[in-house]
């Protein structure tokens, strides 16, 4: 009797536990695939070259595991149109590029892959050859996380697994804007139409980063300007104030 009963009741105890754990796992929340690169455009709605790199750079935005970036600079404004979305700090930052990679002089459309090279943007096959090299070496070595609690946002940076150095660097809170089409009307590129995806509209330093694990926490409101939808986080690397190698980055919510 006892046999009969085990028997019987075995079947019903595995359904259970079977659901059970079928129930668990549909109700946690899918992970976010880690990045392996960080790719950023330099651009310019006044330069006539740049039009050609605007597709290329949202192909990459759509590929897993990439993070791609649209910065666009000011000194084309002077060819007969004022970039609409551009700003100073972005010029800034590729001038310090330059200096880092050791380039002569900055140009428009330029990609940056993982703050570690470069190429000319529309440039696909050299993009996804340094695209593999970058993957090759390892890429985004430290993990990044970042959610939305409420109304603030939560960033936990892991540790650089085998740091040969002491690592200097910052945490970046950016605010982008998932797309914008642009009509231009004058210059270069009168009567034509930029489109841009993940415009960079502004760069927060949250803090400094030194290898070791952190953990940051700031309003959601910290990501609210210039009407960006959206927001990333960028760990890296500096050398003598300009910008270095990035180790590690994460997407936000809608990206």
Known sequence: MTETRVRSHA????????AALTLGMSCRPAAAEPLRA?????????C??????????GDLARQPGILALTLPVTYWDYLGWKDTLAQRPFGERQHG????????QM??????INGSASTVGSDRPALEKLLRE???????SVPVRGEERDERIVIEIGAEPAPKAELKG??????VLRSRPVAIGGGENRGRTATYVNVVRGMQRLGPWTGQAVRFEVPRAAARVGEADAWVVVVQGSKGGRPGRIYGAAKGPGL
Do not use: K, N
């Open 11 to 18: 079947p019903a105890r595995l359904r259970a536990l079977l």
């Open 38 to 46: 960080v790719v950023e455009l330099f651009t310019s709605q006044g």
């Open 48 to 57: 006539a070259a740049c039009r050609s790199a605007d597709p290329v750079i």
């Open 97 to 104: 590029y330059s200096g880092v990679h050791g380039a002569r």
């Open 107 to 112: 140009f428009t459309p330029q990609a940056v």
């Open 134 to 140: 970058s993957s090759a070496r390892g890429g985004l």
């Open 170 to 175: 910052d945490v970046w809170l950016v605010p």
